[in-house]
């Protein structure tokens, strides 16, 4: 052979190789090679529904205590953190001219009393006086009938008989005045010691003391607060819930609670309160749960998060969620038949937290079904079963 056909052979030689070498490289690693994909079996066994919320610590009830007047406080007794009891001292204010108020009403009352005694000797003299002329005008009026004294006599004592009639009523008329102002002198006392004793904050409940929000000195408004209690019985979690896994949340659900403070523990509690009004800005709803147990030194708006149980089955076929897919509006999976693969559609119920799908309908126990492929898959695709997808700068 040539030297001449012994170089077009090598050159023939090595086109077909890289031939070939393009050839297996698009069927196996370009875009004729199948997709890979990871598979797992429709497994049968219990499944646990949950959802998960982020909130606070806050108290169920909680109390404002402030003045019912403007005022200038004088003196503060507890403090943020101090434990009160019901009807303790909290703080008092300056009175003012309250004190000089109650006791002008009172000399008040007092007066209107001694006007009470005068009108009522005033009556009664009245009346003695209006008997009398009664009896002459009628004695009068019995000598004119027989004619021993003129018209004239009898009228003028019949005229003050009537004129004793209206005395009576004019004294009536001045005691029932005196008795109306002592009432309301009295009502003054009551309602200016009333405010008196206002000037003197209590506790209405057993509590802590949240906050001091005042110093002596400070003047203060009717409706101010001044101290700020909690009952620490009261404490829950308000708990904010994506409105879409909160439909299935109920009164008396168990929950689990961490607190930000204690990462590594959690507490036991269950759903006390869902609201009925959901925030159409940040698309959750706010659901209360309380503590079975309320952790010691525990403080007010902690962050926390809670897990709320909706839903424990017993025996039921799973998937894991992420071999559900949506296809042309359907719920399904995806299964290989001969190297490719179908789209099947399925009925699910709840996931768990932990990325398992009910099966409601279309599959058995130990069916497989993708999981993962590292290409988005299309009815027919061929497709090659892996034990694991490796991505790219993995």
């Known amino acids: 052979m040539s030297p001449r056909l012994g170089a ?16 297996w490289l698009a069927s ?17 066994g219990p499944l646990v529904a949950s959802t998960f919320g982020i909130g606070t610590v806050e108290a169920r009830r909680s109390y404002a205590i402030g003045p019912t007047f403007a005022s200038r406080v004088a003196r503060v007794f507890v403090d943020q ?21 109650v006791s002008s009403g009172k000399f008040a009352a007092e007066r209107a009393s001694s006007t009470i005694r005068a009108a009522e000797a005033q009556l009664a003299d009245a009346q003695s006086r209006a008997q009398l002329a009664s009896a002459s005008a009628r004695r009068y009026a019995e000598l004119r009938a027989q004619g021993f004294v003129s018209q004239e006599a009898s009228d003028a004592k019949g005229h003050d008989a009537d004129a004793a009639k209206a005395a009576v009523d ?46 002596p000195g400070t003047t203060v408004v009717a409706g101010q607060a001044m101290l700020q209690l909690i009952d620490p019985a009261s404490l829950w979690v308000k708990a904010r819930i994506d409105q879409g896994q909160a439909g299935g949340v ?6 689990q609670i961490v607190l930000r403070s204690e990462p590594n523990r959690a507490y036991l509690g269950q759903v006390e309160r869902v609201d009925l009004v959901s925030d159409a800005v940040t698309e959750e709803r706010i659901v209360n749960v309380g503590f079975a147990a309320r952790p010691e030194g525990i403080a007010v708006g902690e962050l926390i ?25 359907q719920d399904g999976v995806w299964q290989i038949t001969d ?16 990325g398992r799908s009910q099966i409601l309908e279309g599959l058995n126990a130990g069916d497989e079904v993708v999981v993962h492929s590292e290409r988005e898959l299309t009815p027919g695709a061929k497709v090659r079963v892996v034990p694991a997808i490796v991505r790219a700068g993995s």
């Open 8 to 23: 077009k052979a090598i050159v023939a030689a090595a086109g077909i190789g890289a031939a070939l070498l393009l050839g």
């Open 28 to 44: 196996s690693q370009g875009p004729l090679a199948p997709t890979k994909v990871t598979l797992a079996k429709v497994e049968q």
């Open 81 to 101: 953190g101090d434990t009160v009891r019901a009807g303790q001292l909290l703080a008092e204010l300056d009175p003012v001219d309250l004190v000089d108020r």
């Open 170 to 215: 004019a004294a009536a008329a001045q005691l029932a005045v005196s008795r109306r102002d002592r009432e309301r002198a009295l009502a003054d006392v009551a309602g200016v010691g009333k405010l008196r004793a206002q000037a003197r904050l209590v506790s209405p409940v057993d509590g802590v003391v949240s906050a001091r929000l005042v110093e």
């Open 250 to 255: 109920r009164v008396g659900q168990p929950a």
């Open 305 to 329: 998060e809670v897990t709320i149980r909706t839903a424990e089955l017993s025996k039921v076929r799973s998937v894991p969620a992420a071999a559900v897919k949506r296809l042309a509006r």
């Open 339 to 354: 190297g490719r693969v179908a789209f099947r559609p399925v009925k699910f119920g709840i996931t768990s937290l932990d």
